[in-house]
């Protein structure tokens, strides 16, 4: 078992897992770690706890020291250089007139490399810009193209359910999604309702999914379009509500009905 603390570096960003030594450290202290990037400044975000060692992606690297009030204001000190650096990238863009949408700007903490994050439809030959960078800023350019979930969870906004995003907030990594979850739910398959505001399948389909998922496999289904015998008379099955685990039954009579799966006899040889 090795003892590690859990550092994130960008808020709902990815939690990374370091060695803290000697170091007495808790969850919402700062400190100071060597990343394949340079020195970084991170939160811990898990405190101390022993893992196993297969559990780690080895080597694992010490926590350097806790960080300092002039560590503090050295970060504030970037994130205004950020600003700065990000209306000159724009400026650099429509100079070189490159189809591409500037969305963040990223200092290292020692200021060893900026990196640029934007999105673009296709491939960017932006050599000329990065020289341009380089000769302005005299450090180390990245420019990286990101896609448009990873725009959202930078720029944040409002969901459709009217609170913040959940990748701007706590996701730490995309998790894939499917129609299917959003079938198995009984929504509406229209990709304005079921579509965040990055124009994906919205993230809190895959909330849901491993709950009716397990509901189905404890309990068939009736399936949707069969005819069925009921209590009430014949019909035929007009949707299902995984969660309450009923069914809906227009009846031969123009009568809807909800009733239980288990109440549901469905008639061989039929479908939709």
């Known amino acids: ?154 720029v944040g906004g409002i969901g459709c359910c009217g609170r913040s995003l959940c990748c701007a907030t706590f996701l730490g990594d995309f998790e894939p999604v499917s129609i299917r979850m959003a079938k198995d739910q009984n929504l509406s398959l229209n990709p304005t309702k079921i579509s965040g505001i990055c124009g994906r399948l919205m993230c809190c389909l895959k909330y849901e999914s491993d709950c009716y998922g397990s509901c189905c496999k404890r309990v068939a289904a009736p399936n949707v379009g069969r005819e069925a015998v009921t209590v009430d008379g014949e019909g035929k099955i007009v949707a299902v509500n995984q969660m309450k685990k009923t069914a809906t039954v227009k009846l031969a009579d123009g009568r809807t009905i909800d009733i239980p799966w288990e109440e549901v006899v469905e008639k061989e040889g039929n479908g939709q």
């Open 1 to 154: 078992m090795l003892t590690v603390v859990g550092i994130r570096f960008k808020k709902a960003g990815k939690i990374y897992y370091f060695d803290p030594g000697q170091l007495v450290l808790a969850a919402g202290e700062y400190v100071i770690v060597e990343t394949a990037r340079g020195l970084e400044y991170g939160e811990v975000v898990i405190g101390p706890r022993d893992v196993a060692e297969q559990d780690i992606v080895a080597p694992l690297k010490p926590v350097n020291r806790k960080a300092t009030p002039s560590d503090q204001e050295k970060v504030t000190e970037n994130r205004a250089k950020e600003k700065e650096a990000f209306k000159l990238c724009e400026q650099k863009i429509q100079i070189h007139g490159l189809p591409m949408n500037l969305v963040d700007v990223e200092y290292t903490f020692d200021v060893n490399k900026i990196i640029f994050y934007f999105t673009a439809e296709g491939r960017i030959d932006f050599r000329e810009l990065v020289k341009d960078l380089a000769a302005v800023f005299r450090t180390r350019i990245e420019l990286r193209q990101i896609g448009v979930r990873d725009e959202a969870k930078m």
